[in-house]
């Protein structure tokens, strides 16, 4: 796949632009904007993604900081391949693809100013202590939930360290598509997106 040049300053790249591989996750484009949306994030921040998957979220999340820093952390190796074909596909060099298991992996990293969670590979409540403490006072941690369980435990454990802002928004996507001359609505899996900000 050739470079891609990617000139606007809004999230939201459109997903097939982005490498993918079967059966490696990768959250979509309107779920993308609403992530990117909820870290509020700036010039020179350091940013946490665990469970880069594919990486979009790390590429975008890559371009809004521009000289900041970017760890991409992911436990599957054809996936940190994955992550570093997109990363060159789009010409970013501020990321840092951390390969192995979260949390062990989230602790040599320098302190984060935002934490995506997307994938926990089981160990959820775990990465979460562990984001906590090396998320700064006043950072942002976001996280996406796909099954039932994971929404509500990120939202609790949120509100009992004292995070403010706290939110969780269920997102139901559904794009319209051809069916012969005319188009019918294709919905995505909900996708529930909990953010909160981390106390000074």
């Excluded at 099954?147 to 928004?169: C, D, H, N, R, S």
């Amino acid at each position: 796949m050739s470079r891609i040049d990617w000139p606007y300053v809004t999230p939201g790249i459109p997903d097939h632009l982005f490498k993918r591989a079967g059966g490696i996750p990768m959250t979509k484009q309107e779920i993308r904007m609403i992530v990117l949306g909820k870290l509020r994030l700036f010039p020179g921040a350091v940013v946490y993604d665990v469970g880069a998957g594919t990486g979009s979220i790390t590429v975008e999340c890559a371009m809004q900081v521009k000289h900041g820093t970017v760890y991409a952390l992911e436990k599957d190796g054809s996936a940190d391949e994955l992550v570093e074909a997109n990363v060159r596909r789009f010409g970013l060099n501020n990321i840092k693809l951390v390969p192995g298991l979260a949390p062990a992996t989230m602790e040599k990293l320098p302190a984060a100013d935002r934490i995506f969670i997307g994938g926990s590979a089981g160990a959820l409540p775990e990465i979460l202590q562990t984001a906590d403490r090396k998320l700064k006072p006043g950072g942002w941690l976001a996280a996406t939930a796909v099954t039932l369980e994971t929404g509500p435990l990120v939202l609790k454990f949120l509100e009992e360290q004292g995070y403010q802002q706290v939110e969780a928004v269920s997102v139901t996507v559904a794009e319209a598509r051809q069916a012969g001359k005319a188009h019918m609505w294709q919905g995505q899996n909900p996708v529930v997106v909990v953010s909160g900000q981390k106390p000074e």
